[in-house]
């Protein structure tokens, strides 16, 4: 009797989770705040463009008022009108008010659920969740918005059906029991303020160049002159034309300190822009190892919950810059089917030391190159055609620049002939230089590959994982002896160009028989 009485609430239980439910009421709120926004542009529009009086200010007002009360009027409809469903095999989302749509995804498609906060949403403690199933349009659906804790407890439902386990004491929102709590995980790799800081300066950036003149189409409204009065500059010029000449009787001194002054303000204001824009996007950067996989937090405006697991990495990046690198600071990413943030990676550690990296690479099931690691060059006639291909252009440009000059203005023949011969031996040498660094080896776990001169670059592959292996000629690979080997890698490209053939071949051999050798409905997908 006990048993059949538990039978019936469970069943009711599961029942009621497969109804059709609205996201958290609060997602109206949000929807009114971001109407208030869209409302100031057109507001402003209407009060500068009847005249700045008095009536002018009012018909902004109103013009404000409307737009924010429509836009929270459809903040309301599209919220109701917006429902989910939880099923047994899969979730599903229908929207619209005169045109119903409803889009579905298995869980057993589903490769990560992750949580993102904007500022607005965060304010009101509400989460949006994405769910991606890798086939590269970046998230497949998502749910605006859940409060944090059904956030959380969707995404642990998600995992719990993903995976097959039975769903009886797994409920979202509101039902009689709720998900297990994640464990605090193992941190491996932090970044406090001192470290984003240092970051910042490396992210030298002049958006704010771009926002500035982005915002002179829109100067007009504001100014009382016509900003793209040509008399008008015309005007300003000469009345300038004192100055220049005072400054010009200053004498070199002066206008050297003048452009460095002028340099070292467009230095501050890039390096003030990139160190906003670092702590913006990795405020309380924090990547930990759960039981789940790696789970990486982020973010001082948009906050971002990402769990990845560990078998569903398919390779690593290691990156640099062209200054950071002599540094020793690097980057780590992880080659998967989900999407970050419309990028392909996912990234781990942004800013980090090789000592810091070689941890977090070790726990995905993957190693660094060490000194044992047999490495190859890519084939001697590669680099001989790389630097012929690199400097021809420059070669024809010279030869044409010598053949028009010696009709019409021999007295700028050595010039004009001798900028691109320059720039056509320096790219000789860049290329040259590349392919000393243009290596790869081959173990018996792993695939590894470098290239880069200034800012070197490496990818590794577990063999194991890999889907495919190509090998790729074209005319003058085929004729010269070399190819381009080409490996199939879920969510990401690996390709090494001017592989020796024979080497190619017997690289594509091992891969395939690691591939071949296992059976991958075993492989462990917890």
């Known amino acids: 009797m006990n048993d059949s009485s538990e039978e019936v609430s469970v069943r009711a239980a599961v029942e009621k989770q497969s109804e059709p439910r609205n996201t958290a009421p609060l997602s109206v709120l949000v929807g009114a705040v971001a109407g208030l926004q869209?409302?100031?542009?057109?507001?402003?529009?209407?009060?500068f463009g009847t005249g700045i009086g008095g009536i002018g200010i009012f018909i902004g007002l109103g013009v404000g008022a409307a737009v924010a009360l429509l836009s929270a009027?459809?903040?309301?409809?599209?919220?109701?009108?917006?429902?989910?469903?939880?099923?047994?095999?899969?979730?599903?989302?229908?929207?619209?008010?005169?045109?119903?749509?409803?889009?579905?995804?298995?869980?057993?498609?589903?490769?990560?659920?992750?949580?993102?906060?904007?500022?607005?949403?965060?304010?009101?403690?509400?989460?949006?969740?994405?769910?991606?199933?890798?086939?590269?349009?970046?998230?497949?659906?998502?749910?605006?918005?859940?409060?944090?804790?059904d956030g959380e407890k969707m995404r642990q439902l998600v995992r719990e059906r993903r995976d097959g386990q039975e769903t009886q004491n797994t409920t979202v929102a509101g039902d009689t029991a709720a998900a297990a709590p994640e464990k605090k995980g193992e941190p491996?790799?932090?970044?406090?303020?001192?470290?984003?800081?240092?970051?910042?300066?490396?992210?030298?950036?002049?958006?704010?160049?771009?926002?500035?003149?982005?915002?002179?189409?829109?100067?007009d409204s504001f100014l009382d002159f016509e900003i793209w009065d040509a008399d008008l500059w015309q005007g300003?010029?000469?009345?300038?034309?004192?100055?220049?000449?005072?400054?010009?009787?200053?004498?070199?001194?002066?206008?050297?300190?003048?452009?460095?002054?002028?340099?070292?303000a467009v230095f501050i204001i890039g390096s003030l822009t990139g160190i906003v824009r670092v702590f913006a996007r990795e405020w309380g950067f924090l990547l930990e190892q759960t039981a789940r996989g790696f789970r990486r937090r982020r973010g001082l405006f948009t906050k971002t919950d990402v769990v990845m697991p560990v078998h569903r990495v398919q390779g690593v990046k290691v990156g640099t810059g062209l200054i950071r690198y002599r540094f020793g600071w690097h980057d780590l990413r992880f080659v998967s089917l989900a999407q970050d943030m419309g990028a392909s990676n996912h990234v781990v550690a942004p800013f980090a030391k090789m000592q810091e990296i070689a941890p977090i690479v070790e726990a995905a099931g993957f190693h660094l190159p060490n000194e044992s690691s047999d490495w190859h060059r890519a084939s001697g006639r590669y680099m001989i055609d790389t630097v012929i291909w690199g400097s021809i252009l420059y070669l024809a440009a010279a030869a044409a620049a010598w053949t028009a000059t010696s009709i019409y203005t021999p007295e700028?023949?050595?010039?004009?002939?001798?900028?691109?011969?320059?720039?056509?031996?320096?790219?000789?040498?860049?290329?040259?230089?590349?392919?000393?660094?243009?290596?790869?080896?081959?173990?018996?776990?792993?695939?590894?590959?470098?290239?880069?001169?200034?800012?070197?670059?490496?990818?590794?592959?577990?063999?194991?994982?890999?889907?495919?292996?190509?090998?790729?000629?074209?005319?003058?690979?085929?004729?010269?002896?070399?190819?381009?080997?080409h490996l199939g890698q879920a969510g990401g490209t690996f390709s090494i160009p001017g592989v020796p053939i024979e080497r190619a071949r017997e690289v594509r051999r091992?891969?395939?028989?690691?591939?071949?050798?296992?059976?991958?409905?075993?492989?462990?997908?917890?």
């Open 188 to 219: 491996l790799f932090t970044m406090g303020p001192g470290r984003l800081f240092s970051f910042g300066l490396f992210e030298f950036s002049l958006a704010v160049f771009a926002v500035l003149a982005g915002l002179t189409q829109y100067a």
């Open 510 to 526: 091992q891969v395939l028989e690691t591939v071949a050798a296992k059976d991958f409905s075993q492989l462990e997908t917890a």
């Open 412 to 485: 700028w023949r050595d010039l004009a002939t001798g900028v691109p011969l320059v720039f056509a031996g320096l790219a000789a040498i860049v290329n040259a230089l590349a392919w000393q660094y243009q290596r790869h080896a081959l173990d018996a776990d792993q695939i590894m590959a470098t290239k880069g001169v200034l800012s070197p670059r490496s990818q590794i592959a577990t063999r194991m994982k890999l889907h495919s292996a190509e090998i790729s000629q074209g005319p003058i690979s085929r004729l010269r002896g070399y190819a381009t080997l």
């Open 73 to 149: 009027a459809i903040s309301y409809i599209t919220w109701k009108r917006l429902t989910y469903t939880i099923g047994v095999q899969d979730i599903r989302v229908e929207s619209g008010l005169l045109s119903r749509s409803a889009r579905s995804v298995p869980f057993e498609r589903i490769q990560d659920v992750s949580l993102e906060q904007k500022l607005v949403p965060r304010l009101f403690g509400l989460v949006a969740v994405k769910f991606e199933t890798g086939a590269g349009g970046g998230e497949d659906l998502s749910l605006s918005y859940l409060t944090e804790d």
């Open 236 to 264: 300003l010029i000469e009345d300038g034309e004192g100055q220049i000449s005072q400054i010009n009787e200053a004498g070199s001194t002066v206008q050297i300190l003048g452009a460095l002054g002028g340099l070292f």
């Open 38 to 47: 869209n409302a100031i542009f057109p507001a402003l529009a209407a009060a």
